[in-house]
């Protein structure tokens, strides 16, 4: 793993930004994106910079089950809230979370992933060590399934919502298999809260206890901390 260490988010977003864009010089076409604070400023390092993404697809992490576009805290919306609507991609592909058949949506999500082959996965990380919302015990080589999120996930999430209640307590994940397969990985993480999950990812075993190990053994992972999240490096 590369280890670029930034004064904040701010410089992260700047990071992530410079491989995005280098990337699609050299030809990437499709972009795995994440939710939550940590792409924040990477989204808006995007929005702000004068590229053109009409031809590029992108497929994101996860959704909520229960939650679709129409909702304000669906990740669906977060996506045209945050880049979508500012930047047009070509197609844009987010989890149904309000699927009639779920595990029907799981496979048809596999699919559209195998369709299209991610070149550059965007990650944050849980302070449990999860990536997309695949928790502690999630298999490795696992495809897009429903997930329970755990007391931790929905405790850290609960400040996006009125009140923890709200807080769906299940999502629609791609799995850590398919992460996998993306072929460069840009994992961000900013904040004392993520150094205990960056230090097992980077320092510990490779075990499903701690999910973010398992990009040990993917060969192009680029890592963006600020101090504080690698303060226990
Ligand atoms: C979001 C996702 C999650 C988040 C993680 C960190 O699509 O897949 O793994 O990246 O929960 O969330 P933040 O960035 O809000 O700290």
């Keep these: 793993m590369e280890i670029i260490r930034v004064k904040n988010a701010e410089e992260g977003g700047k990071k992530a930004f410079e491989i995005i864009k280098n990337g699609m ?11 939550g604070s940590t ?11 004068d590229m053109d993404f009409s031809n590029m697809t992108s497929v994101n992490l996860d959704e909520y089950v229960g939650l679709g576009g129409s909702d304000d805290q669906s ?20 989890p149904d979370g309000k699927a009639a058949d779920l595990d ?7 699919q559209i992933i195998e369709e299209h082959p991610i070149d550059i996965q965007i990650l944050g990380i849980g302070q449990n060590g999860h990536i997309g919302f695949n928790e502690p015990g999630a298999p490795f080589d696992g ?20 009140k923890v209640e709200d807080v769906p307590t299940k999502a629609v994940s791609m799995g850590i298999g ?8 840009v994992l961000m ?5 993520k150094a205990e999950a960056i230090k097992g990812m980077i320092n510990g075993p490779v075990t499903t206890d701690m999910p973010a190990s398992a990009l040990q053994n993917h060969d192009d992972v680029i890592v963006i901390v600020d101090e504080a999240a690698a303060s226990k490096l």
């Design 25 to 35: 010089e050299n030809g990437a076409k499709v972009l795995g994106l994440a939710t």
């Design 143 to 162: 495809k897009t399934s429903v997930v329970d999120l755990t007391e931790s996930t929905i405790n850290a999430n609960k400040r996006f919502f009125d």
């Design 75 to 94: 990740y669906r919306h977060f996506m045209n809230v945050e880049l979508f609507d500012k930047k047009p991609f070509k197609e844009t592909f987010v």
């Design 189 to 193: 993480a900013y904040g004392e809260s």
């Design 178 to 185: 398919s992460i996998l397969n993306g072929k460069k990985i």
């Design 39 to 49: 792409p924040i400023t990477l989204y808006k390092e995007m929005t702000s910079s």
């Design 104 to 110: 029907q949506a799981c496979q048809s999500y596999d």
